[in-house]
């Protein structure tokens, strides 16, 4: 017989611990990974202070994003921390050393597939941010009269998420600038090059104003077109600006053309706004995405419903 009471309340208290770990013992692994999946999520909201860590303000990612947390009830009490490209990459890099949790915005055509080789997408089943994106190429209106060559050269402009990413890739590894690298990528694939041109006449110092936006991926197709242009004896301007200037500018006139507009979900606000005043010269690339993107170690994050509000 135990005298010390608090003794035997410790005693108590094993014996407690000792059934309650059983129970849990006994439950199906299901059950188990479910507990810890909903514990885990609910401290990957705390350990980031509910927040995802976004990109420059005028993206059509981050407005997505937006609208993303407005959708989704589970992200009740998120918001986006809008800053730039490069400190999400800055960001996602100390996460990934560290191991730690992080959400950013993410998208392909990126080198970050290929720099970090263990990322995921998550799950989006409300389809905010869409499924496949193609990457459009806008004319103004009045171009193919007046520039015909330009027009049909961008017209025949087309290229794949891998040629894309391999100039991104490239220049963030060597350092070197994406116009000096897309410029040898035009020398290396000369196949290509010539059916973007086929039928396109050599012109004399014509001038040729693309509007893009920041980013490599738009820095990399611009200034690939722009090189084949020069080739056939355009004078190529390449102005990057935010979206909704790019917008504005093609269907103003102001620019000539851009092979910048990611459709249908990325840039779908503005491409409304402007539709009747650009043409539209379809896709010059295919399978583009956008999305909320993680390090696989969160294991139990697969999905954005996975995310448990503040
Ligand atoms: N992006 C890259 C851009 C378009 C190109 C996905 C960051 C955006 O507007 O979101």
């Given amino acids: 017989m135990l005298k010390n009471p608090k003794k035997q309340l410790t005693l108590v208290i094993g014996m407690l ?21 909903s514990d885990s999520s609910m401290n990957v909201g705390e350990e980031i202070d509910y927040t995802i860590t976004g990109i420059e303000p005028g993206a059509g990612i981050s407005v997505t994003t937006e609208k993303a947390i407005e959708e989704y009830e589970n992200l009740d009490g998120w918001q986006v921390e ?8 800055t ?3 100390k996460a990934i050393n560290n191991e730690e949790p992080i959400v950013v915005t993410g998208w392909n055509p990126h080198w970050m597939f290929t720099k970090f080789d ?5 799950e989006d089943p409300q389809g905010v941010y869409g499924e496949v994106e193609q990457i459009k190429s806008l004319a103004r209106k009045g171009l193919e009269e007046d520039k015909p060559n330009a027009y049909k050269l961008i017209d025949q402009f087309n290229w794949t998420v891998e040629d894309m990413e391999g100039i991104m890739y490239e220049s963030s590894d060597s350092g070197e600038d994406i116009a000096t690298v897309a410029k040898q990528w035009v020398e290396d694939n000369p196949d290509k090059v010539a059916e973007w041109t086929e039928g396109v006449e050599d012109v004399d110092g014509v001038s040729v104003e693309l509007v893009s936006t920041p980013w490599d991926s738009e820095r990399a197709s611009a200034n690939v077109v722009a090189e084949v242009l020069r080739q056939k004896g355009f004078e190529v301007t390449i102005t990057p600006v935010d979206v909704a200037v790019m917008f504005e500018a093609v269907a103003n006139g102001d ?7 990611w459709m249908p979900q990325t840039h779908a606000d503005f491409y409304k706004d402007f539709k009747d005043d ?33």
Avoid: H, R
């Avoid at 620019?255 to 507009?261: E, F, I, V, Y």
């Avoid at 539209?280 to 995310?307: C, F, Q, R, T």
């Fill in 82 to 89: 809008q800053s730039s490209t490069a400190a999400m990459v």
């Fill in 278 to 310: 650009f043409v539209d010269l379809g896709a010059n690339l295919d399978g583009a995405k956008i999305g909320l993107v993680v390090p696989e170690y969160m294991e139990d994050i697969n999905s954005i419903e996975d995310l448990k509000a503040k």
């Fill in 118 to 122: 263990n990322l995921k997408y998550l």
């Fill in 255 to 261: 620019g000539d053309a851009t092979m910048a507009a």
């Fill in 17 to 37: 611990l000792v059934l309650f770990l059983a129970a849990c013992g006994s439950g199906n692994d299901s059950e188990e990974n479910a507990e810890e999946s």
């Fill in 91 to 93: 960001e996602l890099e």
